[in-house]
């Protein structure tokens, strides 16, 4: 998959985003942002920011503080200090459940779906923000409650069909191919209505053409929902093949932000990727 490199614009803060969105407030800043555990700084002064329609990408070796970021824009840890915006707004009296009826959803790691359920079940949990009927309603299986499952029904199916999915509505969760559910667990995520979906590595355990399956659905659904879109990803090709900015973390600080071409460039991310030793015993080897 080839695309044209996006543009990236400065901010009033040291942050950038797509030129494209340059006239727009980004859905999501964070300013100085830090957490520390024991007295150690596990993720110190992280500046970023996403525009409304952008695809980010959040990279860097292992145990270098991504998804500890991540636990901080949705409010699982509190942050030690800083600021995270979010569609404008502070975040800082807002719990996850509050952030996500406000728009931000993510994905985890390790795949968090309800495997005794059906395939349709585990989407209409995404579902809850926005099913309105009362509990009366649902316990006596009055019209208002048959209508909004009839809306329900319809909005699974639609969310299945972005990725194919829709023949394995009734299917149990559980049984499902690795793939498939990883590709779930996104659908799940796409059914709250977010405005900011996070990625936490939605390639994990994928093979190569699951992988470039992937990387045209995460297209497909910013331009169908014109969403932004950040993901931590270890698949290189996947994250330089989509993501118009890129922020690479190092032990808890940003070493390096900017397009696919500045980060493959950028002498310090190819040293905290292959470790100084290595580069030096490439120029030892060569010298020889």
């Known amino acids: 998959m080839s695309k044209t490199e996006?543009?990236?614009?400065?901010?009033?803060?040291?942050?950038?985003?797509?030129?494209?969105?340059?006239?727009?407030?980004?859905?999501?800043?964070?300013?100085?942002?830090?957490?520390?555990?024991?007295?150690?700084?596990?993720?110190?002064?992280?500046?970023?920011?996403?525009?409304?329609?952008?695809?980010?990408?959040?990279?860097?070796?292992?145990?270098?503080?991504?998804?500890?970021?991540?636990?901080?824009?949705?409010?699982v840890y509190q942050p030690s200090r800083g600021t995270i915006l979010f569609d404008g707004q502070d975040t800082l009296s807002m719990n996850s459940v509050q952030l996500s009826r406000a728009g931000m959803a993510r994905t985890f790691q390790n795949i968090r779906l309800f495997d005794n359920l059906s395939v349709a079940d585990n989407v209409k949990v995404g579902l809850h923000n926005h099913i309105n009927y009362s509990m009366a309603s649902g316990v006596l299986r009055l019209p208002s409650y048959w209508k909004a499952e009839r809306a329900a029904n319809e909005r699974v199916r639609e969310l299945l069909s972005i990725f194919g999915m829709e023949h394995l509505e009734q299917a149990q969760a559980g049984s499902?191919?690795?793939?498939?559910?990883?590709?779930?667990?996104?659908?799940?995520?796409?059914?709250?209505?977010?405005?900011?979906?996070?990625?936490?590595?939605?390639?994990?355990?994928?093979?190569?053409?699951?992988?470039?399956?992937?990387?045209?659905?995460?297209?497909?659904?910013?331009?169908?929902?014109?969403?932004?879109?950040?993901?931590?990803?270890?698949?290189?090709?996947?994250?330089?093949?989509?993501?118009?900015?890129?922020?690479?973390?190092?032990?808890?600080?940003?070493?390096?932000?900017?397009?696919?071409?500045?980060?493959?460039?950028?002498?310090?991310?190819?040293?905290?990727y292959l470790g100084r030793r290595a580069e030096e015993g490439r120029h030892d080897a060569e010298g020889e």
Do not use: W
């Open 176 to 272: 499902l191919p690795y793939g498939a559910q990883r590709r779930l667990e996104i659908i799940r995520a796409l059914a709250t209505n977010p405005k900011l979906l996070l990625l936490d590595e939605p390639a994990a355990g994928m093979n190569p053409s699951e992988t470039a399956e992937l990387m045209d659905n995460i297209v497909k659904v910013r331009d169908m929902f014109q969403i932004a879109i950040v993901l931590i990803e270890h698949d290189m090709s996947l994250v330089m093949g989509i993501c118009e900015g890129i922020c690479v973390l190092n032990f808890g600080k940003i070493i390096a932000k900017g397009t696919p071409s500045d980060i493959q460039n950028n002498t310090q991310v190819i040293e905290a």
């Open 6 to 75: 996006t543009k990236l614009v400065p901010q009033p803060t040291t942050n950038l985003i797509p030129e494209r969105d340059a006239d727009k407030q980004p859905i999501l800043e964070a300013l100085n942002l830090g957490i520390d555990f024991g007295g150690l700084a596990a993720v110190d002064d992280f500046d970023f920011a996403v525009s409304p329609t952008e695809i980010a990408g959040l990279i860097g070796p292992n145990g270098a503080g991504k998804t500890t970021v991540f636990n901080l824009l949705t409010k």
